[in-house]
């Protein structure tokens, strides 16, 4: 998700303190409308599924709404509905950075009507959902960024991010159709931020907008840039990295080890990583814990929506553990419910196994409407410290002020 993406906030009516339209009972006929961002096998895989509860629901219809692929023109789109007070669509996917400003504007509503089941989902996408300690947002999928390592090559994996090192450098030495010893996005863009945070609670960092210039956070940073500019295991050219060519290096054999997102593991069909590829939280530091990024997608509903009960039915049926269990098969999306992760699951992909796992350490993003600006604030220190054109202590406490301005503001209404 770009941060240059709200669009018209400061035309955008606060919708909190306007009626909420009469909702239609589940029980009448109805049409609903889903807006998702699927393509390819995910689309696929979510019109199967709304097909199925549709047969289940015959007095319900869903249309689904495929929005652009590219999270910033999505995101637009969503706020194009939402500020000129459309009806529709009536529940739609979600990044989990968006639905505090959603929740702020007035744009989502409140679950607490229908009693969510939150304690079945994974707690760090439930807070992600939540703002003010309302629930807005359901976790539908999880997605935890960790590190990959290929086990052909490491024979063990690291306990500490000083043995990474050591065994980048000598599989380097030892592989010489290895590139580099380790990989990660660092280009200019919201991917920087999830790197970095995969990292950050292995060197006891916290991305606390209110106070980002601690200790653990200036090692972490510090880590990465390391591994460029001291340890010489990625190159410089990882500044202009996103997930794709991050993905491409890693299964393509360059690369002993990659910070990247579980779908790596599917992509991973060929020689030399066929067979040969481990999944595990960054190792932590002394003082620190396993790091993980939290990405994933939600669903929630729109305030103005008239078939509110429907949605949520719906919203009901996706995340049901059957429907997560045949989506995480068919697309390797990560169930958001623990209970999905059954020995059957992990009969089919085996690595859900370690997803599960970094779903317990997945560290979010910070949860507020002013998210945007802060994830812009964030990629311009990152970014000029990976330029090589400020050391990471003297970014991230020039930083501090602005993140902290920014995090406190009042959004445009």
Not at 144 to 166: C, S
Not at 262 to 281: C, D, Q, R
Request: hydrophobic share 40%; charged share 15%.
């Amino acid at each position: 998700m770009a941060a240059s993406a709200l669009v018209g906030l400061a035309a955008a009516a606060c919708g909190s303190s306007s009626a909420s339209p009469k909702s239609i009972s589940a029980k009448a006929k109805q049409t609903i409308v889903f807006a998702e961002s699927g393509l390819g096998t995910e689309g696929a895989q979510t019109a199967k599924a709304i097909k199925a509860f549709e047969k289940a629901n015959p007095n319900i219809k869903v249309n689904i709404d495929v929005l652009s692929p590219d999270s910033t023109t999505y995101l637009s789109q969503l706020e194009h509905d939402f500020i000129s007070g459309s009806s529709t669509p009536d529940v739609f996917e979600s990044d989990v950075t968006y639905p505090a400003k959603f929740a702020q504007a007035g744009w989502v509503k409140a679950l607490t009507s229908f009693h969510p089941n939150m304690g079945q989902f994974f707690s760090h996408e439930v807070a992600a959902g939540t703002y003010h300690g309302t629930v807005y947002a359901v976790p539908w999928f999880d997605n935890p960024e960790g590190l990959f390592y290929r086990t052909d090559l490491i024979k063990t994996p690291p306990k500490t991010p000083n043995q990474l090192v050591a065994d980048a450098k000598a599989a380097m030495k030892a592989d010489p159709h290895l590139k580099e010893g380790l990989a990660f996005e660092g280009a200019k863009y919201e991917g920087a931020i999830t790197s970095f945070l995969t990292v950050d609670s292995a060197f006891g960092g916290k991305l606390n907008p209110g106070n980002i210039n601690t200790p653990g956070n200036k090692a972490a940073l510090s880590f990465l840039y390391d591994s460029i500019y001291k340890y010489h295991i990625a190159p410089t050219a990882v500044t202009g990295w996103q997930e794709g060519q991050v993905e491409q290096e890693f299964v393509s054999g360059y690369t002993p080890f990659a910070i990247d997102y579980p779908f790596v593991e599917s992509l991973a069909t060929s020689p030399p990583v066929k067979g040969h590829v481990g999944y595990i939280p960054f190792p932590p530091a002394p003082g620190g814990t396993p790091g993980s990024a939290l990405g994933g997608e939600m669903l929630a509903i729109n305030a103005k929506s008239s078939h509110a009960d429907a949605a949520w039915k719906l919203i009901q049926y996706l995340t049901s553990p059957s429907v997560e269990v045949a989506r995480a098969e068919a697309t390797g999306d990560p169930p958001s419910l623990p209970s999905a992760y059954t020995p059957a699951l992990y009969a089919k992909a085996p690595y859900f196994k370690a997803v599960k796992t970094l779903n317990g350490y997945s560290a979010p993003r910070p949860v507020s409407p002013n998210y945007l600006q802060i994830s812009s604030d964030l990629q311009n220190m990152i970014s000029a410290v990976y330029a090589n054109s400020v050391s990471p202590a003297s970014a991230i406490a020039k930083a501090a002020p602005t993140v902290r301005s920014d995090a406190s503001a009042t959004p445009s209404s």
